[in-house]
Nanobody, 119 residues
Framework: QVQLVESGGGLVQPGGSLRLSCTAS????????MGWYRQAPGKQRELVARITSGGSTTYADSVKGRFTISRDNAENTVNLQMNSLRPEDTAVYYC?????????????WGQGTQVTVTS
């Protein structure tokens, strides 16, 4: 059973920082694309950032220059450093592991961690 466990969420003031971490119980973590998604109340889940097995990164326009995704394949972890947080960053943040092959797609989600940005 694959598990993704997020940590690091919480309450922060605008302009503050948080670091989210996700540890995955994947036997071949390094070959998965790892991502962070978020879902605010009444909104659809959206991609925040992703990092491929080769280290290429993609960011949502709304977080470019403020958030940084990284991975540590030795520790089976993916991190999201969030700086200059804004109230609109408030959401539940989910860790995702994805790998597509010719015959199937492997897609796993964590349980989510709440990030609240408020003064």
């Amino acid at each position: 059973q694959v598990q993704l466990v997020e940590s690091g969420g919480g309450l922060v003031q605008p302009g503050g920082s948080l670091r989210l971490s996700c540890t995955a119980s994947l036997s071949i973590f390094s070959i998965f694309t790892m991502g962070w998604y978020r879902q605010a109340p009444g909104k659809q889940r959206e991609l925040v950032a992703r990092i491929t097995s080769g280290g290429s990164t993609t960011y949502a326009d709304s977080v470019k220059g403020r958030f940084t995704i990284s991975r540590d394949n030795a520790e089976n972890t993916v991190n999201l450093q969030m700086n200059s947080l804004r109230p609109e960053d408030t959401a539940v943040y989910y860790c995702n592991a994805n790998r597509a092959t010719d015959w199937r797609t492997y897609n796993y989600w964590g349980q989510g961690t709440q990030v609240t940005v408020t003064s």
